[in-house]
């Protein structure tokens, strides 16, 4: 099942992102910014990614990002064998992570600062 969602992001226009919704599956970055967190991951403190992986259903792995004092700008550098091996995270849980979350929050700032 795909849905679109719409993310909005200023200066730059708004822009939408086609995403399949999966168990711990992406969150709506729309939500994120209405639950307090700043709309750039950049700008987000630790505390902000441990919610932001807790609102996603990652309760646990939540707390080991927070326990590695994981922000928005260290959320931006992780690699896909970071999270899979450098948070101690067990596999299943590690890759839905980076797949639907840490890789499209990369992405999105990526095209969110760009020119």
Sequence with gaps: MHSFVEVK????PMFS????HKQNGPVDVKS???NGRP???ADWAVADVHS???AAGFEEQARAFQEQEIDGKSLL???RNDVLTGLSLK???ALKIYEYHVKPLQIQHLKNTSP
């Design 9 to 12: 992001a200023s200066p730059t």
């Design 32 to 34: 994120s910014v209405e």
């Design 17 to 20: 992102v086609e995403m399949d």
């Design 52 to 54: 932001y992986f807790r």
């Design 39 to 41: 709309p750039d991951l």
């Design 91 to 93: 596999l299943g849980p």
């Design 77 to 79: 550098l992780m690699t």
